[in-house]
T-cell receptor
Framework: KNEVEQSPQNLTAQEGEFITINCSYS?????LHWLQQHPGGGIVSLFM???GKKKHGRLIATINIQEKHSSLHITASHPRDSAVYIC????????????FGTGTRLTIIP | NAGVTQTPKFRVLKTGQSMTLLCAQD?????MYWYRQDPGMGLRLIHY???????AKGEVPDGYNVSRLKKQNFLLGLESAAPSQTSVYFC?????????????FGPGTRLTVT
């Protein structure tokens, strides 16, 4: 079993829909990260979370440490949000490294 | 700032050939990483470095070597390429303090071994 599991693997939605991507992990962590990989391949960091909730524009990330679960929400989705969203964790030990999920491919149809 | 750059962007090798991928960062970051990304799998750590002159093995180090002679550069070497090393390779660098940690990624190198 992978240390970091994401669901769904693929998600297609209509423009304007509310999007939720889930991430579960099995190890103790010091932080959880959400990243975005554009269709051209570039990877950028979106959020780092160790507790609670963070918001940036239309993106919201939440984490429940007790349940070892995080969600990434996108409100009022737009075709430019189409990308692969990747969850990654920094474990309590060896926390100079990230362990990555396999990603969720999101496609927003106009 | 250029951020993290990788050279080359694309390469085709024959089995048994060698090559070196260069990663450079201009953000004065201590930490640097090499990953490979394969279809259906998450980014997997090959080797990493926590400072100039240091390297450490990651999750999938076999068949690769690295060097960090200068703080800004992290080199990944393939001594004898194999088809199983066909992949997209990403370099990243990061800073790390008490309140913040973020990895900055290069654009990737697409390597095909025939």
């Amino acid at each position: 079993k992978n240390e970091v599991e994401q669901s769904p693997q693929n998600l297609t939605a209509q423009e304007g829909e509310f999007i939720t991507i889930n991430c579960s992990y099995s190890v103790g962590i010091s932080a959880l990260h959400w990243l975005q990989q554009h269709p051209g391949g570039g990877i950028v960091s979106l959020f780092m979370l160790s507790s609670g909730k963070k918001k940036h524009g239309r993106l919201i990330a939440t984490i429940n440490i007790q349940e070892k679960h995080s969600s990434l929400h996108i409100t009022a989705s737009h075709p430019r949000d189409s990308a692969v969203y990747i969850c990654a964790v920094r474990s309590t030990f060896g926390n100079e490294k990230l362990t990555f999920g396999t990603g969720t491919r999101l496609t927003i149809i106009p | 700032n250029a951020g993290v750059t990788q050279t080359p962007k694309f390469r085709v090798l024959k089995t048994g050939q060698s090559m070196t991928l260069l990663c450079a960062q201009d953000m004065n970051h201590e930490y640097m990483y090499w990953y490979r990304q394969d279809p259906g799998m998450g980014l997997r750590l090959i080797h990493y470095s926590v400072g100039e002159g240091t390297t450490a093995k990651g999750e999938v180090p076999d068949g690769y070597n690295v060097s960090r002679l200068k703080k800004q550069n992290f080199l990944l070497g393939l001594e004898s390429a194999a088809p199983s090393q066909t992949s997209v390779y990403f370099c990243a660098s990061s800073y790390w303090d008490a309140s913040s940690y973020e990895q900055y990624f290069g654009p990737g190198t697409r390597l095909t071994v025939t």
